[in-house]
């Protein structure tokens, strides 16, 4: 029936003592890395298609689901994407640190009333992500867009691509196929404080 085996599983623990534990999705989740190099390979569409799927089975609070996922796979219109970006970043003082020819860009709106936009569309957001590190893509996430969603140039843009007046940008993903490895940063360990 391929369901997870929860006693076998419970068992495994118990017994495992010392032994590192350890599985493909915790692999997965401490090799992603931010990649913002990519190579000229193009994305096939099935494969943004099942990340997709993973970012609507995001949790979402109330299980609202209030967002909007809208894809950018012309490299001329992730490219005209970009200057203005840069440029209303600038304009706003706007922290932009970019990428480098990804193949497809997701761009995660949602709608500004909901109490919850910014941790549901972060939790579609790191799905996706993930879902493409496991397939050997890489991504980054890049933020600048948020706060300018609303300036002129950029809104004429997101209108063009249908996305919805009362919808801010949260998370624009670029990803395609690595150049290179990403860098692992150095991971805080004293943020765990334990209460027992």
């Keep these: 029936m391929q369901k997870l085996d929860r006693k076998a599983l419970k068992q495994m623990w118990a017994e495992s ?3 590192p534990l350890t599985n493909e999705v915790i692999r997965c989740l401490m090799e992603r890395r931010s990649i ?3 190579t000229d390979e ?3 569409r099935a494969l943004i298609d099942v990340i997709l799927q993973t970012g609507i089975h ?3 609070g109330h299980n609202m689901q209030t967002w909007q996922f809208t894809i950018l796979r012309d490299v001329g219109e992730i490219q005209r994407l970009k200057e203005v970006t840069a440029r209303v970043a600038a304009a706003s003082k706007v922290y932009f640190y970019g990428f480098n020819e990804p ?3 997701i761009l995660v709106s949602n ?3 909901s109490h919850f936009k910014e941790v549901d569309s972060a939790c579609a957001a790191e799905n996706m992500m993930l879902a493409a590190h496991s397939f050997g893509l890489g991504s980054v996430w890049i933020n600048a867009l948020g706060p300018i969603s609303d300036e002129p140039e950029i809104r004429a843009l997101l209108d063009e691509y249908g996305i919805p007046k009362q919808h ?6 670029a990803m ?3 150049k290179e490895p990403g860098r692992l940063l150095a991971k805080k360990q004293n943020v765990i404080h334990w209460v027992e």
């Design 17 to 19: 003592k010392d032994m």
């Design 36 to 38: 913002r190099d990519f």
């Design 42 to 44: 193009p994305v096939p």
């Design 58 to 60: 995001a949790p979402s």
């Design 103 to 105: 193949k497809a860009l």
């Design 111 to 113: 709608d500004r009333r």
């Design 168 to 173: 801010t940008v949260i998370a624009t993903l």
């Design 176 to 178: 395609g196929w690595p």
